[in-house]
């Protein structure tokens, strides 16, 4: 692996079984990804985009090929291990923002901090902290049913970001917001990036994500077709 | 500890489910409790009345005497033994008669007891002679059967040991109201020295019951002593069939508890596979998401319980004091039953149950939380049925 290399996939292949045959969602990817990066994978539904963002994040395994995340083969890891991988190491951001109903936004963003037993003073500033990053401290007792879309989205990106975690992966996370709050989701993520050297991975076919990454790699039929590095924004890395 | 927290703050987060799944399950433990607490009741009194009235501390039978065998009856008495005189006792002696109610013919047992006697609950102390009249006393059930009240006069006739017939009236001096039927119904109560001096047999007795520890279980030519186990055999034997009808009562009343909290699990699993998959993606192991499930089912029993103590405590105490009035006449029921049951709640009974009901709710909340570990996080995540 490259010296800033968090990612390293190499012929990776995912297929699935589809009544008396396979589908192959990715065939023979083979992609790096640097510390700090603010990269996007692109392309229109079904291109493979959710099914390459859930190896990475150690929730699938590849059919052939290998994906190393954070020096640590997806395709061998047991279920703990690949737990372990997760909690300590990558946050996630869905589309529909996956908050647990019942928790307040405090409690959702304290949840991966209880998984990583962190001491309680210490994982009260680290949540306070995070929903500062955010700016919801007001909503800080509501439940999600109580906030917005993009207020939602923002309490996942807290809950993502409150580990400080070295890989977010972001699947279609504008896809239920309107343009402003896009955007704003969209800077808040880009600050942190910046500020806490997180490696970000999109998800989207959303021009508005596409305009703030400093790569995009698009897939199409589960293929990657072009990989482009945006020049002015490529981050300190 | 981290289970524990998330499983209570899921609990207490899912509001109204959680608690009519609480109450529902809080119903059973005082359900289980009160039915069980009744039987036991149950239990207890016909032992505590059976040994009051009729057992005390063991009888000694003479050699001969068998309650079931009719033909050896009129055999079966001796002179009361010295080693037994200079102790509390009570000694009865039993003959067969025949008693003329409204001109019907009807057999009797004859049984002399001391008027004094102390040992069993008995009102004896009514057998006192006024003029020369020989009182006897029954029993509520032999009363209201043959339509006898008191102050009436019977025709008695007996037999003495030569087997020569007799008759004789005798006059009803008290009734009295006992929950032991073989105390009652077909006995009529004399005193001892009437019933010996009736039947010649002065100084004899068919039985004699003990009336302290201290003179139970001596060995004594010619008698043969009865424990209390021997005694109340075949009470116990009730009991244990009572206890088989209860179990199935029990189990019954467990499986619809069990039933309600499978069936929450089971619509948690698919109403929430979105949380699961969340879960799972957050760094969550399949085996600490089946763990968070089984100590959600088990907490429920455990909410169930503090609620079910909130109402339950204040209401089994109270039917504890004022008893449970059985809606029929338990008179003819041939076994020992008073009118009011009083329910008795034992610390076993109780710690039982609530340690049943919650093993059992964690055990069927284990079952569908089983059924996580095998369902597919990137499936999971979307929400989609599996």
Do not use: C
Not at chain 1, 101 to 110: F, G, I, K, S
Not at chain 2, 339 to 365: H, K, N, Q
Request: hydrophobic fraction near 45%.
């Amino acid at each position: 692996m490259e010296e800033s290399s968090i990612i390293k996939i190499e012929n990776l292949v995912k297929s699935f079984p589809i009544g008396g045959s396979f589908f192959t969602a990715l065939d023979n990817i083979n992609l790096s990804f640097s510390k700090g990066e603010f990269s996007g994978i692109v392309g229109p539904s079904g291109s493979g985009k959710t099914t390459l963002l859930n190896i990475l994040g150690s929730l699938d395994v590849p059919s052939e090929g290998e994906a190393i995340v954070l020096e640590k083969k997806i395709s061998t890891l047991s279920h703990k291990k690949a737990a372990q991988l997760r909690n300590g190491h990558i946050g996630f951001i869905f589309q529909t923002y996956n908050l647990l109903p019942v928790y307040t936004v405090y409690e959702n963003v304290e949840f991966p901090l209880l998984l990583l037993k962190m001491p309680s003073k210490e994982r009260e500033k680290a949540v306070k902290e995070a929903i500062e990053w955010v700016g919801l401290t007001d909503k800080i007792k509501s439940k999600p049913a109580q906030l917005s879309g993009g207020e939602s989205q923002r309490v996942a990106i807290a809950r993502a970001m409150v580990k400080k975690p070295e890989l977010v992966l972001a699947d279609e996370p504008t896809a239920n917001l309107d343009s402003e709050n896009s955007h704003h989701i969209l800077q808040t993520m880009e600050r942190l990036n910046s500020e806490l050297k997180t490696t970000f991975i999109f998800a989207t076919h959303d021009e508005k994500v596409m305009s703030y990454l400093n790569r995009i790699i698009r897939l199409e039929d589960g293929k990657v077709v072009k990989d482009e590095l945006i020049g002015a924004k490529i981050a300190a890395s | 500890m981290m289970s524990i927290k998330l499983a209570l703050r899921n609990l207490l987060g899912a509001g109204l489910r959680t608690w009519l799944n609480v109450i529902v399950l809080s119903f059973s433990y005082v359900i289980i409790i009160w039915y069980q607490g009744l039987i036991d009741g149950w239990n207890v009194q016909a032992r505590r009345d059976m040994i009051a009235w009729e057992i005390a501390n063991g009888q000694y039978w003479n050699e001969n005497y068998d309650p079931f065998d009719p033909f050896t009856l009129e055999d079966s008495h001796a002179k009361i033994p010295e080693e037994l005189t200079s102790g509390i006792i009570a000694p009865i002696l039993i003959t067969q008669g025949t008693i003329y109610p409204e001109g019907r013919i009807q057999g009797v047992l004859l049984k002399g007891i001391p008027k004094d006697q102390k040992v069993l609950r008995i009102p004896t102390d009514k057998l006192v002679k006024e003029n020369g009249e020989i009182p006897i006393i029954i029993g509520s059930r032999m009363a209201k059967n043959n339509k006898l009240s008191t102050g009436d006069f019977l025709t008695v006739r007996w037999r003495d040991t030569n087997g020569t017939f007799d008759a004789t009236e005798v006059r009803i001096a008290g009734i009295f109201k006992t929950d032991v039927p073989s105390v009652d119904g077909g006995n009529i109560w004399l005193n001892l020295e009437d019933l010996q001096e009736m039947t010649q047999s002065i100084g004899e007795a068919t039985l004699i019951v003990a009336g302290s520890e201290s003179i139970s279980g001596k060995e004594i030519s010619g008698w043969d002593y009865k424990s209390l186990d021997f005694l109340l055999a075949d009470l116990d034997q009730i009991i244990k069939q009572k206890s088989v009808g209860g179990s199935i009562m029990y189990i019954l009343l467990l499986l619809l508890a069990m039933l309600a909290i499978f069936d929450t699990q089971i619509l948690s699993i698919f109403r929430r596979q979105k949380e699961i998959g969340t879960f799972v993606a957050l760094g969550m192991t399949r085996g600490q998401v089946v763990k968070l499930f089984t100590l959600e089912g088990g907490m429920n029993s455990v909410l169930a319980a503090i609620v079910a103590a909130v109402y339950g405590i204040p209401l089994l105490m109270f039917t504890r004091y004022t008893g449970y009035a059985l809606p029929y006449d338990v008179d003819d029921l041939g076994i020992a039953i008073s009118e009011v049951i009083y329910p008795s709640y034992s610390l076993g009974l109780i710690v039982g149950t609530i340690l049943v009901v919650m093993i059992t709710a964690t055990f069927v909340s284990y079952l569908p939380a089983r059924k996580i570990s095998k369902m597919n996080p990137t499936d999971a995540i979307k929400g989609k049925i599996q």
